[in-house]
């Protein structure tokens, strides 16, 4: 993420100064390395940070960095809204070609990431921040009342193209592959728990992979849409009214048919309206249908 300086000579670093040697003792030179090396002790001017300093004055494309909100007190759980922050922790790196954009996202209740702020009242999030860059003419996602968009996840974990970092350094890949198009560095290391539940997969996905589910939605202006309350109560209301009436009504044999048909059919319904980009509530209309199941069988088993 950027935010220390460098320390210590990197096993990378080291094998080009050994090659340099090499090549200086080759034509009968001699490199002074206690001088050499006391650069890598110098936090506040290590060699590789002022490369990748120099790299992101030198990019012909916007680079963005990350940041995080630092909070005076603990989101309440399930608020799924940002207290007012104190701070900002950013990257230490800066110039005309580089912005930054916070990656704090808040987690549901039950643990499932669905939901991410897309900007503060000053400060917007580093997937927004992208996207802009990208599409400086995008249209904006709505909000909610707190300022949360809803994630409208494109595919399951590990769809989107990954190159690794050591393959990217070798050069085993192929260019095309990046070139005209957002390029996310971030990890999928287990030993750094970086992964978050999704409501679209068992498997948990790389954060990284969910800022370029976020930054795909933003640049499509294909926002995910809950249903809301005045529609899931109208729904409750037709299947208590109309699902009691049908299963008092309908004859006995076709009772499993009919109380199996809908638990089994509105969760694919569900699944096929959120494809669409709109979010249909499960939990409670499938209660409703099995309450309304069990009173009309247990009714109709007593007369």
Same mark, same amino acid.
């Given at each position: 993420d950027f935010r220390e300086a460098s320390r210590g000579v990197s096993s990378l670093r080291l094998q080009q100064l050994l090659r340099e040697y090499e090549r200086v003792a080759g034509d009968g030179g001699n490199l002074n390395w206690p001088s050499l090396l006391k650069k890598f002790e110098d936090p506040a001017?290590? +060699?590789?940070?002022?490369? #990748?300093?120099?790299a992101i004055d030198e990019s012909a494309v916007p680079v963005v960095l990350t940041s995080s909100l630092n909070f005076s007190e603990k989101p309440a759980e399930g608020s799924l809204k940002f207290p007012e922050y104190k701070s900002v922790t950013g990257p230490i790196f800066n110039g005309p070609n580089a912005s930054t954009g916070y990656i704090n996202m808040m987690r549901d209740k039950d643990?499932? %990431?669905? =939901? #991410?702020? +897309?900007?503060? &009242?000053?400060?917007? @999030?580093? @997937? %927004?921040? *992208? !996207? $802009? &860059?990208? &599409? +400086?003419?995008?249209? $904006?996602?709505?909000?909610? @009342? =707190?300022?949360?968009v809803l994630i409208n996840y494109a595919a399951k974990p590990y769809s989107f193209r990954m190159i690794s970092f050591a393959d990217v350094l070798a050069g085993n890949y192929d260019r095309a592959d990046i070139e005209g198009k957002i390029v996310l560095v971030g990890t999928i290391a287990n030993i750094l728990q970086d992964f978050h539940p999704t409501p679209t997969s068992r498997d948990f996905m790389p954060g990284v992979e969910i800022n370029a589910n976020l930054i795909q939605q933003l640049i499509g202006n294909n926002p995910a849409r809950e249903s809301g309350k005045v529609f899931l109560f109208m729904l409750i209301a037709l299947l208590a009214v109309g699902g009691s009436v049908l299963m008092f009504r309908a004859p006995i044999r076709f009772f499993?048919? *009919?109380?199996? !048909?809908? %638990? *089994? %059919?509105? +969760? #694919?319904? !569900?699944?096929g309206f959120y494809q669409k980009g709109l979010v249909l509530n499960i939990v409670y209309p499938e209660i409703t249908w099995l309450i309304c199941g069990l009173v009309a069988l247990i009714y109709r088993n007593k007369t």
């Open positions: 001017a290590h +060699p590789d940070d002022q490369d #990748f300093q120099k643990g499932v %990431l669905r =939901r #991410f702020m +897309p900007q503060t &009242k000053d400060l917007k @999030s580093f @997937s %927004l921040t *992208i !996207a $802009e &860059k990208y &599409k +400086p003419s995008m249209d $904006e996602n709505s909000a909610d @009342s =707190r300022g949360q499993g048919w *009919i109380f199996a !048909a809908f %638990l *089994i %059919l509105y +969760p #694919f319904a !569900a699944f």
